[in-house]
């Protein structure tokens, strides 16, 4: 049971939305789609709903090729960030909706509609239309009108994009719940990283309509293969720092050195990029053998709890991530430490070299 993506791409007019894919997607995963806006995500999606068809590839459902098979021939349900409901009906009517479509009996869709209602927590609200509804209620029946077709796939758009911050947290614990009970395909598309994380299961990387990585996704946050599936996977994207390895030695732009240690040690001399994310950046020293940068602090943004630093060093440009409200001059240089366990190192090229120690030993 699987959905199987072979070498599908999508070009309109002389822009190129996906790039030939290639992708395999096992009955009861949960799959993200992490990127930026206009990664791909959504083309991505509506190729594999067959809402749109590839311009080259194929699309094979449990084996057979759907690829020019029309979206309401195929087990198939999306919702999107804008999510719909018809006003004028009830939820239950809403949910029921798509069963009556198929011609399912009045038995069988009361019983569906039931069933979904209560894992989605709906059963109260049966008898209420949309509007009365608070909108993470609003969207839980949208859901629930897609679960209850019993699809093998079930496509999600930034479906909590437009909720807030409470409304999201709750329904992100709640969808890998109704995702392990229904045993479906589902693909998840999200900018977040920290929501990808949440959701768990696979991840897949995009950036400017490739894929980058695709794997489990811890696996995927602590070992990018390359740093652009690094900067993907980084909120505020992650922080680049040119660097030289000459014997047993990282020289930095500071003109400081550290000795290499662990895998470092086993890095050819040459020139490489060190790759660090906002929240490992300190400024305090916390570790004997931290590193010390001295950077221009440029702007600071308070969130109540934690504190945002942009800084330049050397023509780069750094997010540092603090723990705290900090009070720091603006316009001056300050100094910033950070824990060499917590470095990448890519090739000039991008391509992963050495994985941090943390994320070697998590």
Not at 54 to 68: A, F, K, N, Q, Y
Not at 112 to 130: F, I
Not at 335 to 354: Q, T
Request: with cysteine; hydrophobic share 40%.
């Amino acid at each position: 049971m699987t959905l199987v993506l072979d070498g599908v791409s999508k070009v309109v007019g002389a822009q190129t939305h996906i790039h030939p894919t290639s992708l395999e997607l096992r009955n009861g995963t949960m799959n993200v789609l992490l990127g930026p806006t206009l990664a791909g995500k959504t083309s991505l999606m509506r190729l594999m709903a067959g809402l749109d068809k590839p311009s080259t590839g194929r699309v094979l459902w449990h084996g057979e090729d759907v690829t020019g098979m029309r979206v309401q021939d195929r087990n198939v349900a999306m919702v999107y960030q804008q999510f719909i409901n018809y006003p004028s009906m009830t939820v239950y009517d809403n949910i029921a909706s798509p069963l009556r479509l198929m011609g399912k009996s009045a038995s069988e869709i009361d019983a569906a509609v039931k069933a979904t209602a209560d894992m989605m927590k709906l059963t109260p609200m049966l008898s209420r239309k949309p509007l009365e509804l608070s909108g993470g209620q609003q969207q839980r029946c949208a859901l629930a009108r897609a679960l209850v077709k019993n699809a093998g796939l079930v496509l999600l758009d930034e479906p909590l994009a437009n909720l807030d911050y409470k409304l999201r947290e709750e329904l992100r614990v709640e969808i890998p719940k109704i995702f392990e009970e229904s045993g479906a395909i589902f693909v998840y598309a999200t900018t977040e990283p920290e929501e990808a994380l949440l959701l768990g299961g696979n991840t897949a990387a995009l950036w400017q309509g490739r894929i980058t990585q695709f794997g489990p996704t811890p696996d995927v946050y602590r070992k990018p293969v390359d740093a652009t599936t690094a900067r993907v996977f980084s909120d505020p994207p992650m922080n680049f720092l040119s660097i030289s390895k000459t014997g047993n030695k990282l020289l930095f732009g500071d003109g400081q050195s550290v000795v290499a240690a662990g895998k470092l040690q086993e890095l050819a001399d040459g020139r490489y990029v060190a790759g660090f994310r906002p929240n490992h950046v300190e400024i305090v020293q916390h570790t004997a053998d931290a590193m010390k940068f001295t950077a221009l602090l440029n702007v600071t943004e308070i969130t109540g709890s934690e504190t945002f630093i942009h800084l330049s060093h050397h023509g780069e440009k750094w997010v540092g991530l603090i723990h705290g409200v900090h009070d720091l001059p603006l316009g001056q240089q300050i100094e910033v430490y950070l824990d060499p366990s917590h470095v990448y190192i890519f090739a000039e090229d991008g391509r992963l070299v050495v994985p941090a120690a943390y994320a070697i030993a998590a």
